[in-house]
């Protein structure tokens, strides 16, 4: 079973590609200022991204402030923003962490004429952010099926852990999974999705719930950092290890713990640092009138045991800080 994780330790999505061209501060004698408003501070891919952003920022001599609110919630992330617009920075980096509730605000910083850049999440109206940066999330969530599929040898029960409706990047992913189960893996029996609010307690609490309604599930893919996390615990506390596997996406620092005690089959890392990289360039290239890439799909790694310490793998990992 190694070998055909093994296998899978392979990079899942095109490279990314877009990027501004030029490189040094923005026109004139101006330092260009920017902001990132990250979807939860003190996240570590968040702080991953924010992270690559910092690194970014200071080869190109941009002026980087980095905010973000203490649990992924819109109400919370709304005055961030409401605040940020009113310092009139030249550019925002931002991941909404509602599809409807961030277009608000949103929208009167793009009023302002501040260039909006949408790092990992986006909103519905399409008219905000000059680029959109993000892992290919449909792509990711099918390839957490094939995944989870190949783990419990294509057949059995299996349960979605996410956050909440209405957050892009994991809607996609559980798109992408429930496409995916539907088209080419009719022994798996999908229980549908369960939310954590982002809650590593919750998803725990879910898990053990789902553990005590379906004795014989077979599976779970958690779509992000905190529900697999949470949903990892309660396969520990239910010493259930190895006997319902489990994908979650990302690879933080507790979930690489978990994938090593067995705990997890697989993780799906993305590129957080990149991300935010590639999103302080749009930025530059935006403030200065130059080209802007619209869409920028960037790499994930199915992470296991059996790759889990090789150098180009353990790069990708993420980190609490710079
Ligand atoms: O999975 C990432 C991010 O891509 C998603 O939008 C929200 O959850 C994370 O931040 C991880 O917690």
Do not use: W
């Not at 990079?11 to 590609?17: F, Q, S, V, Y």
């Not at 990027?19 to 004698?29: L, P, Y």
């Not at 408003?37 to 968040?46: K, N």
């Not at 992000?224 to 239910?238: F, K, R, V, W």
Request: proline share 4%; with cysteine; aromatic share 2%.
């Amino acid at each position: 079973m190694r070998k055909a994780m093994a296998a899978l330790g392979a990079t899942l999505l095109l490279t990314a590609c877009g990027g501004a061209d030029g490189g040094g501060a923005g026109g004139g004698g101006d330092q260009i200022r920017v902001t990132l408003v990250q979807g939860l501070a003190g996240e570590e891919f968040y702080e991953t991204m924010a992270c690559g952003a910092r690194a970014r920022a200071a080869e190109l001599g941009v002026a980087l402030d980095v905010q973000g609110p203490q649990k992924f919630d819109p109400t919370l992330q709304t005055p961030i923003v409401n605040s940020v617009v009113a310092g009139g920075p030249d550019a925002l980096l931002i991941a909404p962490t509602d599809v409807k509730a961030m277009i608000a605000p949103l929208t009167q910083a793009k009023q302002q004429n501040i260039k909006i850049i949408l790092v990992d999440t986006v909103v519905e109206d399409q008219s905000i952010g000059l680029s959109r940066i993000s892992t290919d999330n449909l792509k990711g969530g099918a390839a957490a099926a094939r995944a989870l599929s190949e783990q419990v040898g294509g057949k059995g029960k299996v349960l979605v852990i996410s956050t909440d409706p209405g957050v892009s990047t994991v809607d996609a992913r559980i798109k992408g999974f429930e496409e995916e189960v539907a088209a080419n893996h009719p022994g798996l029996s999908y229980l549908g999705v369960q939310y954590s609010h982002n809650d590593v307690g919750e998803a725990s609490r879910i898990m053990n719930a789902a553990l005590a309604k379906d004795a014989d599930l077979a599976g779970v893919f958690a779509t992000n950092l905190n529900s697999a996390t949470g949903a990892g615990t309660a396969l520990q506390q239910t010493g259930k290890l190895g006997k319902v596997k489990m994908v979650g996406f990302d690879a933080g620092p507790a979930q690489v713990e978990q994938l090593k005690d067995g705990v997890v089959q697989a993780l799906i890392a993305q590129l957080p640092g990149d991300i935010g990289a590639k999103g302080v360039e749009q930025a530059v290239a935006a403030v200065r009138g130059q080209q802007v890439t619209p869409s920028i799909p960037t790499d994930a790694t199915i992470v296991t045991a059996a790759n889990v310490d090789r150098p180009e793998v353990r790069k990708v990992l993420y980190k609490a800080g710079c």
